[in-house]
């Protein structure tokens, strides 16, 4: 019976001691470095550079040497900027948290978005060399940049007038959902203050068509205010407001800089009309009496 108790004893010593050998390499070949963050200096737009901060946290017990890490470049939109893909850090020690910096540039095709950038972190823990990939985010944001202006379209006082209202998007990225809304003024909107367009995409434009009657007592120059509102490819939204300058014009004046043609009086030309209908009936009156 002491026999089988001690037998049984030492199968479970030997049990424990093999658990406790799996388990002391399990826990060693769990990582002890991790991402404990990552911060850009400035916001990256395509064609601007930044710099990316990386923490490395040291959550074991001993210090961490020869750390290097790499970023990945190659299926991103970025490239290195005055500096190497690669940054290395002597020594972390436990519980501590070291920083690797590298400062990017964004390409200027690089469309508005998140970027996942493989990370790559070699170091030597233990007297052991050890390797970890990871990945990072990098968010690309451009901001559409719109225009408003006004074309080259006759506007008269005391009378009903039709002209556009061109919205230009000359962003590196597209304008999404976007509305214009009409501020009131000195005229009366003959339509809704309000028009949606929709997207417009980089490099290109859009127009609305407004109706308005001014009245003969304003002056030569109308401020009209414009808001344009809409989303970027992040889903932002903004609000930009401009004062367009609208040019009016009495219809004397416009004959006079021959913006328009003058009008012909129509009793003038019923006077016409009358002399020769006269004349003709002259000359044939008088071609009987001849006869």
Known sequence: MNKLIKTTLAILLLGLMLFS??????????SALTIDSVALVEEIQPGK???????LDNDSDEDIKDVSVTLNLSDVPFAPFDSASEDSIDEIEEDDIEYVEFEIIALNNAQAGIYKIPVTINYVQNETEKSKDSLISIIVNSKPKIDVNVGNDLLLKGQDNEFFVKITNKGLSDAKFLEVEIGSGQYDLLVGNKQYIGDIDSDDFDSIKINAFFNNNLGDNVNLPVTVIYRDDLNNEYRDVFNVNLNLYTRGRAVELGLVEKNVNKSYIIGIVLIIVLYLIYRKLKKRVSK
Do not use: D, P, R, Y
Request: charged share 5%; glycine share 6%.
């Open 21 to 30: 050998t799996i388990s002391f390499a399990l826990i060693n070949s769990v």
């Open 49 to 55: 550079t930044t710099k990316i901060i990386i923490g």
